[in-house]
């Protein structure tokens, strides 16, 4: 079965801890993107890698980091900078630019 | 004022209904998507269209370039179609509408 997949459902974090969220695809997709969801918001952009070793920022990159060392992983590391990381995060992946994006699972990171 | 609109925010129905829900976009795209959040949280790509009218059983989604606005139809309707609707606008980037949530009653 191909699609993507995002470990895990939830997360529970202590504030001032780092927190690495997982997003795997065997679409073979090149293009990866990270999404952050709050209540009454449409989803934004945090991160996004367009092939492998190569990622741009989004709109809301501030306090995440991110790394493409493998096609099928888009690791995004919630940092301590970030001053409001409780959110839902969606990870999604395409062929490229302007083709339908697939969206994992996601993940409910609460940071208390 | 955000550069995607989705009317209306919430949408209650009977099931069986025809539901129209909209978009209004203020920015230039090469592509509108629809898209499918159930309650668990994941996310569905339904249509993605750049002209005219798509198709898939009960749903059609239709675009006015000129006019800046999409609709999404669902024929038929039933409670499992009860779910948030979002609509999307762009290309590598894309930006987001709030989402229309759905709920069909029996």
């Known amino acids: 079965d191909g699609g993507i997949t995002q470990s895990p459902k939830y997360l529970f974090r202590k504030e001032g801890q780092n927190v690495t969220l997982s997003c795997e695809q065997n679409?073979?997709?090149?293009?990866m993107y990270w999404y952050r969801q709050d209540p009454g918001q449409g989803l934004r952009l945090i991160y996004y890698?367009?092939?492998?070793?190569?990622?741009q920022k989004g709109d809301i990159a501030e306090g995440y980091s991110v790394s493409r060392e493998k096609k099928e992983s888009f690791p995004l590391t919630v940092t301590s900078a970030q001053k409001n990381p409780t959110a839902f995060y969606l990870c999604a992946s395409s062929q490229g630019q302007g083709t339908e994006q697939y969206f994992g699972p996601g993940t409910r990171l609460t940071v208390t | 004022k955000n550069e995607v609109e989705q009317s209306p925010q919430n949408l209650t129905a009977q099931e069986g209904e025809f539901i129209t829900i909209n978009c209004s976009y203020s920015?230039?795209?090469?592509?509108l998507h629809w898209l499918q959040q159930h309650p668990g949280g994941g996310i569905v790509s339904l249509f993605m269209?750049?002209?005219g009218k798509k198709k898939h059983g009960r749903l059609i989604a239709t675009i006015n370039i000129q006019e800046k606005h999409s609709s999404l139809h669902i024929t038929a309707s039933h409670p499992r179609d009860s779910a948030v609707y979002i609509c999307a606008v762009g290309y590598e980037k894309l930006t987001f509408g709030t989402g229309t949530r759905l709920t069909i009653i029996p």
């Open positions: 920015v230039g795209i090469s592509a």
């Open positions: 269209l750049s002209s």
């Open positions: 679409l073979n997709h090149d293009a």
């Open positions: 890698s367009q092939i492998v070793n190569d990622f």
